[in-house]
């Protein structure tokens, strides 16, 4: 059985601002994710982090090469057949929590699942178990201004997982916390892996995250680099 979930070949990203500002952000990635993995993408400001993340949430296309999402090459899916298997097999977590402000921690987690027209009462039961799992079933009337920033990123996990997604998706999830609350969402993050086999792919800067990884790969000139324990061990390309 192929465990695969994620697949990434030869992905190559050229922004193009204007002839002369053509920049070449990734140069043939290639990834094989596995079910229940939990990777690590390093590499410093500008390597090419968050292009790499938003190719493989289908937020945006690459110049050469395929992403597949459980055998799916994305390249081959519409606009409609791309979003409902973002709304289905992937669940996101970004640094700014990405809440919407005018509604409620409860109408937050709720959204998703509406797009996924799922019906209200059994909605409802699930924010109403998915709150308490974070932590914050006392929180459900909240706006994002009136939650810490810990509990706003926990509400963010709560969303992640509201249809149940295979994969989560994190961009630098700890990099608007302290340390503390960080550890925390790490936790968190740890659990979902362990106990329910999510598969994570976090980008992060927090040597707790890379700690906590099965593995980490390195981005640097846009080529990636696997490493162990801070080691290089070797280049995945070619
Ligand atoms: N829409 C765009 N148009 C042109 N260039 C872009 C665009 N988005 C990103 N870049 C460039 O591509 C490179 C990689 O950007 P990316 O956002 O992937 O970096 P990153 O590794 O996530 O960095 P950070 O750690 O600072 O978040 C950068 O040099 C950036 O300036
Ligand atoms: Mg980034």
Avoid: W
């Avoid at 509201?162 to 302290?178: F, M, R, S, V, Y």
Wanted: hydrophobic letters at 35%.
């Amino acid at each position: 059985m192929n465990d695969e979930v994620i697949r990434c070949e030869n992905l190559v990203k050229i922004y193009n601002t204007g002839q002369p500002n053509e920049f070449t952000a990734l140069r043939g990635i290639n990834l094989t994710i596995k079910e229940g993995d939990f990777v690590s993408i390093i590499g410093s400001s500008g390597s090419g982090k968050s292009t790499l993340l938003n190719l493989i949430s289908c937020l945006d296309t690459p110049t050469r090469g395929e992403v597949y999402i459980e055998e799916t090459p994305l390249s081959k899916l519409s606009g409609n057949e791309r979003a409902k298997l973002r709304n289905q097999k992937l669940g996101f977590i970004f640094q700014q929590f990405n809440l919407i402000h005018s509604m409620t921690a409860f109408e937050n987690v709720e959204l998703t699942m509406r797009f996924a027209g799922i019906e209200k009462k059994q909605r409802h039961e699930r924010v109403e178990e998915l709150l308490r799992q974070v932590g914050l079933e006392n929180k459900g009337n909240n706006r994002p201004t009136e939650l810490s920033g810990g509990e706003q990123q926990r509400v963010a996990i709560a969303r992640a997982l509201a249809n149940n997604p295979k994969i989560i998706l994190g961009d630098e999830p700890t990099g608007n916390l302290d340390s503390a609350t960080g550890a925390t969402i790490m936790e968190l993050l740890t659990e979902l892996n362990e106990d329910q086999n999510k598969t994570l792919v976090m980008v992060t800067h927090d040597p707790l995250i890379a700690r906590k990884a099965h593995r980490t790969v390195r981005i640097k000139d846009g080529k990636l680099e696997e490493e162990t324990k801070g080691t290089l061990i070797g280049n995945h390309n070619e």
